[in-house]
């Protein structure tokens, strides 16, 4: 971001601990023709002392503690309306936290999520600030200059919403990329237990990419581009120019190691306010079960050799590669709902006053999620409608979206059968079916859940046919399911003295 700021033409005072880091970034941004628009600052009161004013103070930084330790750093040396913009992934609550201490001073803290990774951060990525409605406005112009660009020539940038509302839907973006990276790696694994070669796989990635409900999907173009790329060194084997791909082992750890936090919150987030996001969840369940190799490599041994995906004997290969590529629209779709769900109500909890068309802005190019068919199909119409209120977000309602999962469904269902049958490792595809069959389900097997739950916790239940009964509004029903017997009567004789 430092080397976008200075491509834009700002002069950009740079901290970091890491004295060698600043020096080679200043010789990248030399080397880049930018001469003199990079110095670097090892103390707070020069580097503050330097800027103009109002002071713009933009972090990037690991979440938590690490925020706190140079807010408190920076803090005496800042004054009246300079502005912080975090562009970390830090958690809301902490956002907020800082704003209000910042605003004790008349400093504006805004959290502005970043996505579309290292590229993106030097190329222009997709940008998500909320806070102080004057700092955003201030900020706005520059944001605008730097963000990505979508395919109208439009900043993917735009004010989010009050507090911590830009992290937040920044950690709902990581939320609904992890739903998805999920599917489209089962989608992988199932091609390659079907024989075909990680080339092939990227032809197919490609075709995916370029029609229909894939279509213009950023984590799908990069699958295909990834899928031809060779290391120009060894491999383990003494292979010349191995397939990168197929060198990487099976484990995601970040959640683990606590590096990124938010595929954490966003579940938290998710049964905090009591969204269903199925595939979300188990999406972040198989991202934490596959960090933990050794624990899997042990268990694999003690149950002689676990389950593994067999091999996979397709007869009409077209159209089941065609049934994998709706399943994973599917899963993908089930992200965007499940997200936009968990938004909406945490918007109506905070009172964010949340701009939806900012939030399409922001995700129409630029971002990890970036996916051209959903924006333009499913999101805009909606989004962009000027009678939108966050109560009446809720994607599962719309009619646009009801016929993709109508289109969808069947060939999910086919796919998952396979999967089951043949023992392919696919949760979020499989928590996807059961996502869109539980949440349009009138008729669930949870009457007997709720049966059970009175029988022993008088938890009450209502009843079929009684009016009302709609809402999670406690029953007005207990059934007396058995007499309450006492100790003797249950035991036989009363215990000893
Ligand atoms: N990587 C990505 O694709 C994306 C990352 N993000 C978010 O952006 C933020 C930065 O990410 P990324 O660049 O990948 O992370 P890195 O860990 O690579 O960079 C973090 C930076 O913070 C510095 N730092 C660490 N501790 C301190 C401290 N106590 N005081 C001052 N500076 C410190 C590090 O310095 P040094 O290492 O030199 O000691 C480093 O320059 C994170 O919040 C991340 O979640 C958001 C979107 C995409
Ligand atoms: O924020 C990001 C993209 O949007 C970052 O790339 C982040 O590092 C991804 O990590 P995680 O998978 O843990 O969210």
């Known amino acids: 971001m430092t ?3 200075a491509e834009d033409g700002l002069i950009v005072n740079l901290s970091d601990p890491e004295e060698k880091t600043m020096d080679r970034l200043i010789e990248k941004a030399e080397k880049q023709g930018y001469h003199g628009r990079v110095k670097k600052f090892t ?70 999520g970043v996505s579309g990774g290292y590229q993106a951060a030097r190329a222009g990525p997709s940008m998500c600030p909320g806070g102080d409605e004057s700092a955003l406005r201030d900020v706005m112009p520059l944001l605008e200059k730097v963000a990505a660009k979508d395919k109208d020539g439009k900043p993917c940038v735009g004010i989010i919403g009050k507090g911590g509302a830009g992290h937040y839907v920044k950690m709902v973006h990581n939320g ?23 080339e092939e796989i990227g032809n197919i990635l490609k075709k995916w990419d370029s029609n229909g409900e894939l279509k213009g999907t950023f984590l799908i173009t990069i699958g295909a581009d990834l899928s031809h790329k060779h290391d120009d060194k060894q491999d383990i084997k003494g292979n010349e120019h191995p397939l990168v791909i197929s060198e990487v082992l099976d484990k995601v750890v970040q ?66 590669i065609e049934d994998l590529r709706k399943a ?27 701009n939806y068309g900012n939030i399409w802005k922001i995700w129409r190019a630029g971002c990890i999620i970036k996916a051209d068919y959903i924006s333009d199909e499913i999101l805009a119409p909606i989004l962009l409608s000027s ?9 599962l309602f ?48 949870t009457a007997f859940y709720e049966a059970e739950l009175d029988y022993f916790g008088s938890h009450m239940f209502d009843k079929k046919g009684e009016k009302g009964t709609n809402g999670p509004l406690e029953g007005k029903f207990h059934f007396e399911w058995k007499p309450v017997r006492t100790q003797s009567q249950t035991y036989g004789s009363a215990p000893s003295q």
């Open 398 to 445: 719309q009619k646009r979206v009801a016929t993709d999962i109508r289109n969808a469904y069947p060939a999910l269902r086919r796919i998952v059968s396979k999967v089951v049958e043949t023992d392919q490792v696919a949760p979020a595809l499989s928590a996807t079916l059961e996502y869109y069959k539980i949440v349009t389900g009138t008729d669930l097997p």
């Open 176 to 198: 609904i990329e992890h739903g998805m990276m999920s599917a489209i790696c089962e989608a992988w694994g199932i091609l390659v237990k079907m024989g075909l070669g990680y």
């Open 3 to 5: 080397l976008l700021f």
């Open 43 to 112: 103390d707070y009161k020069q580097l503050c002392k330097a800027l103009s004013k109002p002071r713009l103070l933009v972090f990037s930084l690991p979440h938590g503690g690490v925020g706190d330790k140079v807010l408190e750093g920076l803090m005496p040396n800042l004054e009246k309306g300079d502005i912080i913009l975090d562009c970390g992934n830090e958690h809301f609550a902490n956002t907020e936290r800082r704003q209000a201490k910042c605003r004790g001073t008349n400093i504006r803290y805004i959290g502005c």
């Open 328 to 354: 994973t629209y599917a899963a993908c779709l089930a992200s965007y709902i499940q997200g936009m769900h968990l938004i909406s109500r945490a918007d109506q909890a905070h009172k964010w006053d949340i």
């Open 387 to 395: 009678s939108l209120k966050a109560e009446n977000i809720h994607l």
């Open 255 to 320: 959640d683990v190691t606590g590096e990124e936090g938010t595929g954490v919150w966003s579940n938290q987030e998710a049964i905090e306010h009591h969204v269903p996001a199925f595939t979300l969840n188990v999406a972040h369940a198989f991202r934490l079960a596959s960090a933990y190799r050794g624990d899997r490599i042990k268990a694999n041994e003690v149950t002689d050799g676990g389950f593994p995906p067999q091999q996979l004997n397709i007869h009409d290969k077209d159209s089941f």
